[in-house]
């Protein structure tokens, strides 16, 4: 009998929809197998979207009344795609063992004097829809526990992307970029180095005048002209000195962190403000590639598909270093997180403590998320 299906749904920083994926995983964390099934990407509804836009520009004054409209409006939505990606890649429910559930983060503090971390997309809307079990709330345990709840995504990494003898780094790209450190003795580490996508995909929506949700390809930020001194005050915010472990959110690197470093003339040259944003994405992610002196980088998440942003990673970094998308080596690059998210559902089902003190910093090993059954 074949292994059960377990499926994975996330939204990232980005909050332009929902990563899904079907994946039947073999062996443990140290021979561990992920074939992927299917995957797909469905965009959130053009309403949902501007809901969780106008919560990302203002988290704090965002009424509890509609964030709660908007935890059961993203758990509907998450449901559709489960169930899209079901019909699609013909799985029995009954072949489903459980759907991991991220949900959208929409605050993640966990340096404050009482560290919290929230994902929306109610749970018990997914498993009503689907009627399989529900592995969600995946963040929280790790918090309780002293850690950062995030990132999570280097447990997989060290799982499926460790090879003995190679020092290598696992960088994600999505609206805030994280690194994994794989040592070749298969130490694992690892943080998040700041914004990748957030800032250069908030500049454009608001700037550029195609109304599209993101600048395809950093086709934009090619033709403008890095603006040294704005790249300097933006390089100097103290979260990029601080060691690690540490991790941040979009309720951080917001609209407001960035309006307080533009200088007076940036509406006027709009163009060399996101050609300095890329810079700023670029320089801060090779800083810390720095540290850890990886022999090769594997890369994923939405920035693989900007040739401008990779493009100027790669001119900070030493010759020769090998820098590749995670899909040449069996990784499919769009879906990392999701597959992290259904192989954490696995993990819960089968009562293993997840083992993130060395990446978040919590205190002990802890059993992530929480069950809603189906």
Not at 70 to 85: I, K, P, Q, R, W
Not at 274 to 286: D, N, P
Request: aromatic share 6%; hydrophobic share 45%.
């Amino acid at each position: 009998m074949s292994a059960p299906a377990f499926l994975g749904l996330i939204s990232g920083t980005s909050m332009d929809g929902i990563d899904a994926v079907a994946v039947r995983f073999d062996g443990r964390s140290t021979d561990l197998r992920a074939e992927l099934l299917a995957g797909r990407t469905l965009a959130y509804p053009e309403g949902l979207r501007a809901d969780l836009d106008a919560l990302r520009a203002d988290p704090d004054a965002f009424p509890a009344a509609r964030l709660a409209a908007l935890d059961a409006a993203v758990g509907d939505a998450f449901a559709n795609a489960a169930e899209a990606l079901v019909a699609e890649s013909g799985l029995a429910r009954s072949a489903i063992r459980a759907i991991g559930s991220h949900g959208q983060t929409v605050l993640h503090r966990p340096d404050a004097d009482r560290p919290h971390t929230v994902q929306v997309g109610d749970p018990s809307r997914i498993a009503a829809a689907l009627g399989v079990d529900v592995i969600a709330d995946l963040r929280r345990a790790d918090v309780a526990a002293g850690g950062q709840g995030a990132p999570l995504a280097p447990l997989l990494h060290r799982a499926l992307l460790h090879r003995p003898g190679e020092r290598r780094a696992v960088v994600n790209l999505g609206g805030i970029a994280n690194v994994t450190r794989l040592d070749a003795d298969g130490a694992v580490s690892g943080f998040d180095t700041g914004p990748a996508s957030c800032f250069l995909d908030d500049w454009y929506r608001a700037h550029h005048p195609c109304g599209a949700r993101f600048d395809e390809g950093g086709a934009w930020a090619s033709g403008g002209r890095v603006d040294e001194a704005l790249l300097a005050r933006l390089l100097d915010d103290p979260y990029f000195h601080r060691t690690p472990p540490k991790s941040t959110g979009i309720e951080y690197f917001s609209p407001a962190w960035l309006r307080a470093r533009l200088p007076a003339d940036a509406e006027r040259r709009p163009a060399d403000i996101q050609a300095t944003l890329a810079e700023f994405s670029a320089a801060s992610l090779a800083a810390a590639l720095a540290e850890i002196a990886p022999e090769r980088i594997l890369v994923c998440g939405g920035g693989v598909h900007n040739p401008d942003l990779i493009g100027r990673v790669r001119q900070r970094l030493a010759s020769d270093v090998e820098l590749e998308s995670t899909t040449r080596h069996g990784l499919n690059a769009d879906f990392v997180e999701a597959t992290l998210v259904a192989w954490l559902a696995r993990e819960f089902v089968e009562g293993r403590p997840v083992d993130t003190p060395p990446i978040t910093g919590a205190g002990r090993p802890v059993r992530l998320g929480a069950l809603y059954p189906g």
